[in-house]
């Protein structure tokens, strides 16, 4: 399966488990993959023949921006719903999500996690 990917998607959102978490917003980077044949747009040069990552990008910028969840783990599967539910054409996804500047007692960087969905994996 050919692959559509999205990197380094920077959205500020309030998610967390600490009380502070959820109400003073903090960055977030969302990576995507798409697993999506692209054998007809490779031949044709047309948007209409594979994913417009412009939808994409733009559904999971609303997602962090405007919902909010405890868990990066609920987060990641919530965006992995909804790009499965935009295009029939998207097999798989793989997201990564991650919270650029965690709220914990050490030195960290970044925290996050990665989730894979397949099409067969989401109720109809």
């Not at 999500?97 to 397949?118: I, N, Q």
Request: charged content about 30%; glycine content about 8%; proline content about 4%.
């Amino acid at each position: 399966m050919d692959e559509i990917w999205l990197r380094g998607l920077r959205v500020v959102g309030t998610h967390g488990v600490l009380a502070e978490e959820q109400t003073r917003a903090q960055p977030f980077e969302v990576d995507l993959a798409l697993a999506v044949d692209l054998s007809a747009a490779s031949t044709s040069d047309a948007l209409d023949d594979t994913v417009d990552y412009g939808e994409v990008s733009g559904a999971v910028e609303r997602i962090v921006r405007e919902e909010h969840f405890a868990l990066l783990e609920r987060l990641g599967g919530r965006i992995a719903e909804v790009v499965l539910g935009l295009d029939r054409r998207i097999e798989a996804v793989t997201v990564t999500v991650t919270k650029v500047r965690p709220p914990v007692p050490v030195d960290l960087a970044a925290a996050g996690v990665t989730v894979r969905r397949a099409r067969a994996d989401v109720t109809p």
